[in-house]
């Protein structure tokens, strides 16, 4: 291939009103860091729903301290403000898990999008510096069948043992956590307390067969 041709290939240009109408060379860094995302799919309005959201790892490190864990349950009540109902979830070092009943995407996406303002602004003022919490859009998974459900779930509650985090009876960072294994401490009585608010009863016909 020509050298120009090479060249011409590998660079992407930006049209900049504001700059005279002269079109800008984006930099290596620029066109690394744009995703271009597909728009989400219509939801069915019966389905549940296994969303992914990853965060940067750089900017806030583990997950999995008690600290950031309360901050992230006062922040996945924001999706019940907004009539998104959490079955499941499971919290990770970069990552968390959510088992969601919507059925409209428009409402889901103002749930995530006051999700992610939430994250972001709570661990902003425990790390005394604005970040962006979320590394890039949630991913989502409509979860058509009863197997796909059952699958989910289970990836869901067992995904500790995957990412070699904590066995069952010694994690804390997930709906289903077993808190009898567990010494009655304050922080435990939080948690514990956190998760009776937390999670909703399923509406939908399939998230009840579970």
């Known amino acids: 291939m020509p050298m120009n041709n090479r060249k011409n290939k590998q660079q992407r240009t930006v049209y900049n009103p504001r700059a005279g109408g002269r079109p800008r ?10 995703i271009y995302h597909q728009s989400r799919p219509t939801l069915p ?4 729903l296994h969303v992914t959201v990853k965060f940067n790892k750089n900017e806030i490190g583990s997950l999995r ?3 950031f864990y309360r901050e992230i349950r006062k922040s996945m009540q924001r999706l019940r403000a907004k009539s ?3 079955i499941e979830f ?21 749930a995530m999008r006051a999700l992610s303002i939430s994250l972001s602004k709570r661990f902003s003022l ?4 604005n970040i962006k919490a979320l590394k890039h859009r949630y991913h989502l998974h409509i979860l058509n069948t009863l197997k ?13 043992n995957k ?6 009876s010694d994690d804390l960072y997930f709906s289903r956590a077993d808190f009898t294994l567990f010494n009655p401490t304050n922080d435990l009585l939080e948690f514990l307390d956190d998760l009776k608010s937390l999670l909703d009863v399923p509406h939908f016909w399939v998230t009840k067969q579970f």
């Open 148 to 160: 796909e459900l059952k699958n989910a779930r289970q990836y869901i509650l067992n995904n500790s």
């Open 163 to 168: 990412h070699n985090s904590a066995t069952d």
């Open 84 to 86: 998104v109902r959490l």
């Open 45 to 48: 309005k019966d389905r549940p």
């Open 126 to 129: 425990l790390l005394k510096r």
């Open 90 to 110: 499971s919290v990770q070092k970069d990552h968390i898990h959510l088992l969601l009943e919507s059925g409209n995407k428009v409402i889901l996406g103002k």
């Open 25 to 34: 060379v984006l930099t290596s860094k620029e066109r690394t860091s744009r």
């Open 65 to 67: 301290n008690k600290i």
